[in-house]
Antibody
Framework: QVQLQESGPGLVKPSETLSLTCTVS????????WGWIRQPPGKGLEWIGY???????NYNPSLKSRATISVDTSKNQFSLKLSSVTAADTAVYYC???????WGQGTLVTVSS | EIVLTQSPVTLSLSPGERATLSCRAS??????LAWYQQKPGQAPRLLIY???NRATGIPARFSGSGSGTDFTLTISSLEPGDFALYYC?????????FGPGTKVDIK
């Protein structure tokens, strides 16, 4: 059974870069698209972007080029970097397969000094 | 960006009753519409993909219909575990977008 697990700091200072990694287990990262979705506390869901195992990416224009997603097929992982964060970036961050069939449990990232 | 509108905001029903949730898109998404269930503290769970296909392991009481701009999720007979938040999501155009959700709670 495919499982996804997010990892990374739960607290990031304003103006710094948020970094998260998603580890895929129980299956290969190859031949699929993988993405990041976030959900501010008590609010709805927003796609951040996605990556194909080959490395091609697509990002939500609302992030104004602050997001970068990368993949490491040797480790069966993909990662998110979000630069110049503000309090508005405080959210639960989920990694997921783009077709929605598999999601990580989510990790809360708080932006605060 | 395609905007999804869901109605009603809240649906108050009793176990055993039928639930009908609506999702409307600001432009056609063909059949590229999915439904998710989310419970507090949990990740969304895929119920329906491509408007009418049940995801793996989803009970037959969940069904989806529609195409173009109007879609419906029907839960034929609510069970206690079905009281949750439901989101629709389109994958026709990037960025993929979610609706604001419908909360199904116990009457």
């Amino acid at each position: 059974q495919v499982q996804l697990q997010e990892s990374g700091p739960g607290l990031v200072k304003p103006s710094e870069t948020l970094s998260l990694t998603c580890t895929v287990s129980g299956g290969s990262i190859s031949s699929y698209y993988w993405g990041w979705i976030r959900q501010p506390p008590g609010k709805g869901l927003e796609w951040i972007g996605y990556i194909y195992y080959s490395g091609s990416t697509n990002y939500n224009p609302s992030l104004k080029s602050r997001a970068t997603i990368s993949v490491d097929t040797s480790k069966n992982q993909f990662s998110l970097k979000l630069s110049s964060v503000t309090a508005a970036d405080t959210a639960v961050y989920y990694c997921a397969r783009r077709d929605g069939g598999y999601w990580g449990q989510g990790t809360l990232v708080t932006v605060s000094s | 960006e395609i905007v999804l509108t869901q109605s009603p905001v809240t649906l108050s029903l009793s176990p055993g009753e039928r639930a009908t949730l609506s999702c409307r898109a600001s432009q056609s998404v063909s059949s590229y519409l999915a439904w998710y269930q989310q419970k507090p503290g949990q990740a969304p769970r895929l119920l329906i993909y491509d408007a009418s296909n049940r995801a793996t392991g989803i009970p037959a009481r969940f069904s989806g219909s529609g195409s173009g701009t109007d879609f419906t999720l029907t839960i034929s007979s609510l069970e206690p575990g079905d009281f949750a938040l439901y989101y629709c999501q389109q994958r026709s155009n990037w960025p993929f977008t979610f609706g604001p959700g419908t909360k199904v709670d116990i009457k």
